[in-house]
């Protein structure tokens, strides 16, 4: 094995047939010739003293060392990629950014300060994901993601946290629910309604089960499980069929007199979820990271009303998840 000759080129060309499956069309790619390609990918495999592609095999597999091989390459590449963009950030921030947002803060969260971020930066590609929580923490740790944009603290080793806001959450119920005579709404009257919530996988789906069962030890009875987004249990709560909680930033897009007949703040505590920016700690791209941040935060902090005193910040995730990762 002679790694001291190996260049970046040979890489990018054997990346290219892994992704292609073709020598052919890796070669068209990389806007090289086949046979300048196939020699440089031969000479690749003997100073590694390994046979990275089956080339009997129409399309071309890999084999099973040369995943392990490729694997690292890809690594390889993806650090140089980012060291480039290190240095050209010496000015200002540039260069492609991933970040990841959970469903349920895309449509609300997002149009805060996306417009004005791509303004102030115009040298930077951004790249948004719409992503559940465990899959934003996934592709941090395996870094194929630069943030997330997530409901924190998630409190995952490994990982680092900037808190941009605290969004309160209100009861969503039912026109001529007797519960609308009331100024609040608290833990006891949800656990007496038909509750709709965002399914399995969502965060906000265990920050609302958190709350309606703070202090039982099963969630309770009455709990329906609905796929869809806000706008869903929104239409759900309407045709008379349960009472849901809504964040904040979904109840402002409501019509006034929609949050004055059927939206009511919660109480005894006042739930509030946390909107975090979530990023490997050794962040290579923090110049990008501390910009948004910064933006995010602003944005936030005007079309949020500041949580009273004693409200509770409600855990998206279970703790024993969060510990039981790598």
Known sequence: MDLDQVTLAQMRYAVAVEGAQSFRLAASQCHVSQSGLSMQVRKLEELLGVVLFDRSKKPVIVTPEGETALAQMRAVLRETERLGQIVAEE?????RYRLGVIPTLSPTVLPLFLADFVDLHPRVELVVEELKTEEIIARLQADTLDAGLAATPLDVPGLAEEPLGDELMYAYLPERDPLLREAAVSQ?????????????GHCFRSQVLAYCSADRPREPR????????FQT????????LGAT????????????????AQVRPLVAPTPVREIGLVTARADLRRRVSDALVAIARRRLSEALAPPPEGAVTLAPIEPHAAASRP
């Not at 006891?188 to 399995?200: A, H, K, Q, T």
């Not at 249990?233 to 008379?240: E, K, W």
């Not at 909680?245 to 004055?260: I, K, Q």
């Open 245 to 260: 909680v809504l964040p904040a930033l979904v109840v402002a897009g409501l019509s006034d007199a929609t949050r004055r």
């Open 222 to 229: 009455r709990i329906h499980f609905e796929s869809g987004s």
């Open 91 to 95: 000015d200002e921030p540039s260069g």
């Open 233 to 240: 249990l929104i239409r759900l709560v309407d045709a008379g």
């Open 188 to 200: 006891m009257d949800l656990r007496e309604r038909e509750l709709w919530v965002m399914p399995e």
